[in-house]
Nanobody
Framework: QVQLVESGGGLVQAGESLRLSCAASRSLFSFNAMGWFRQAPGKQRELVAQMTSGGSTNYADSVKGRFTISRDNAKKTVYLQMNSLKPEDTAVYYC????????WGQGTQVTVSS
C-alpha cells in the first residue's frame, strides 16, 4: 500500500508563492512518474506537472514558467514550487504516483485571492 501525504497549501494573494510537498511511503524510484494534478470546482482534474523516474518533466501550458516540480529522493518527497500565483490557480492539488496503478494523495487546497 502506497501513501502520499501532501502539505503546503493555503490562502495567498495573487503574485505570491507557495510550495507544495508530497511525502511518499516508499522510494520514488519505485514509481514510473510522479506528478501534481489539480481540480477546481465544477472542473475536471487536470495535470499540472509531472516528472518521470528518469527526471524528464512536463507542465501544463497554463503554469509553464511559473511552476517547478522537483524531488528529493532521500526524503522520498516531491515538491511543486508555485510562483506568480493567479486566482485561476485556485484548486485542490493532488499528488500522484504512477506505476501500473495510479496512487493519489488526499489533496491540499490552494486558494489565490485577487
Amino acid at each position: 500500500q502506497v501513501q502520499l501525504v501532501e502539505s503546503g497549501g493555503g490562502l495567498v494573494q495573487a503574485g505570491e508563492s507557495l510550495r507544495l510537498s508530497c511525502a511518499a511511503s516508499r522510494s520514488l524510484f519505485s514509481f514510473n512518474a510522479m506528478g501534481w494534478f489539480r481540480q477546481a470546482p465544477g472542473k475536471q482534474r487536470e495535470l499540472v506537472a509531472q516528472m518521470t523516474s528518469g527526471g524528464s518533466t512536463n507542465y501544463a501550458d497554463s503554469v509553464k514558467g511559473r511552476f517547478t516540480i522537483s524531488r528529493d529522493n532521500a526524503k522520498k518527497t516531491v515538491y511543486l514550487q508555485m510562483n506568480s500565483l493567479k486566482p485561476e490557480d485556485t484548486a485542490v492539488y493532488y499528488c500522484n504516483a504512477k506505476t501500473i496503478v495510479n496512487y493519489w494523495g488526499q489533496g491540499t487546497q490552494v486558494t489565490v485571492s485577487s
